[in-house]
């Protein structure tokens, strides 16, 4: 059998959290990689993301455990609480999970995840990372795939054994593998800040997460930055939509649509500055893969953040097609069809899901009032119904 080292890099597109984690992935396994990315640089956006033990323990298994564990907080338990009057529905603890689950559930920071990864990107060899690129064209030949790369001034052709799209919501490479269809928006609204733990009234107990359940919404704290500050997310009904990741939030928009949430007005007031974004959503592609052309985390499956699963899933993404490739690496089409068949129905009950989720979390008086009581009925075991998420490994 050829050696993954003998063959043509690896093309992957997109260097995102799915895009960085697939090339360690990869060049754990042996393969070279080319990591493009479009930007010219990566920035700062977004606030904090959730690694239940199915990413975390992944992460840690590529060697980014110790890092991870300076930045990253373990929260003690699950809250559940209603936004109107604060009352605790629900406390799940979180400690057991490496017990449980084999790896910690951790809190972190969106942009020091993606800076692990890129630090350890940029030290592994096998990787070539350029920005300021994205794919225009492929073709195949007798050799692989002839990928054309563009540049804002250029063109070139490169070679590639196989290419992964990672390159989100709005894939480029999917529509040029002839997939025209488009995420359309949810009709929800994300708005995310941080403020400094110092400046949380204890009463938020900010070592936890706490998830706050509403009509007009619903919101998650949890600490990030080693525990240096205080990540918040709320997600709202809005009607109008617009693309991006951080346009700037009005906040006493926001305090109106969410004044009944009396309890928590003090601290929203609190944060002098909004980031917010239309949320979008799709129904699961058809394919993902066309021949050694695959596609990977929001590229082939966005999920609204009802489950705090998107980044995890874009990772699950990254192991398994890396963990297919390394069983079969002469035959790539295979490789993706089998990456394929494995990851669709676990992507789409988390889709699925997290939809229901969203409907559940946002339920008006009276309804909310049996919502309520089941998840006190449930209270510490309410997350044993996720045993199949958090308890996810790689196929056979």
């Known amino acids: 059998m050829t050696q993954p080292t003998a063959l043509a890099p690896i093309l992957v597109s997109g260097a995102g959290i799915g895009g960085l984690t697939v090339a360690l992935c990869l060049a754990a396994r042996g393969f070279s990689v080319n990591l493009v990315e479009k930007r010219t640089r990566l920035e700062e956006v977004g606030a904090g993301l959730q690694l239940s033990p199915n990413a975390s323990q992944i992460l840690i298994g590529l060697g980014l455990g110790k890092a991870l564990s300076r930045a990253a907080c373990s929260p003690l338990s699950l809250d559940v609480r209603r936004a109107q009057d604060f009352d605790l529905l629900a406390r799940a603890p979180l400690g057991d999970m490496p017990n449980r689950f084999g790896a910690p559930y951790w809190v972190v920071h969106r942009a020091d995840l993606q800076q692990i990864l890129l630090d350890h990107v940029r030290g592994t060899a096998g990787i070539s990372l350029q920005f300021g690129r994205s794919i225009s064209a492929i073709s195949r030949t007798a050799r692989g795939l002839e990928v054309t790369l563009s540049g804002a001034t250029q063109h070139e052709q490169v070679m590639a054994h196989a290419v992964i799209g990672a390159d989100g919501l709005h894939s480029d490479l999917a529509l040029l593998m ?201 209270n510490s075991n309410l997350l044993a119904d996720y045993d199949w998420l958090y308890g996810w490994t790689l196929p056979d």
């Open 178 to 378: 002839g997939d025209p269809s488009k995420a359309k928006p949810s009709g929800y609204q994300a708005w995310r800040g941080t403020l400094p733990i110092s400046a949380v009234p204890p009463m938020f107990e900010p070592q936890r997460t706490t998830l706050y359940l509403g009509a007009q919404g619903h919101g998650v704290t949890y600490p990030v930055r080693g525990g240096e500050q205080f990540n918040l997310v709320l997600v709202t009904r809005e009607k109008s939509h617009e693309a991006g990741w951080s346009r700037s939030g009005d906040g006493a928009k926001l305090l109106q649509t969410l004044k009944n949430w009396k309890p928590l007005l003090p601290l929203l007031q609190q944060m002098p500055h909004w980031q917010v974004w239309s949320l979008y959503d799709r129904a699961p592609r058809s394919r993902w893969s066309y021949g050694p052309v695959t596609l990977l985390g929001d590229a082939a499956h966005p999920v609204l953040p009802f489950m705090a699963q998107g980044a995890a899933l874009a990772i699950e993404d990254a192991a398994t097609v890396a963990h297919m490739l390394a069983r079969m690496p002469e035959d790539p089409a295979e490789a993706f069809a089998r990456y394929q068949q494995s990851r669709l129905p676990r992507a789409t009950r988390v889709q699925e899901t997290a939809r229901k989720n969203g409907s559940i979390y946002h339920l008006p008086f009276p309804l909310s009032l049996a919502r309520d009581l089941v998840i006190r009925q449930k």
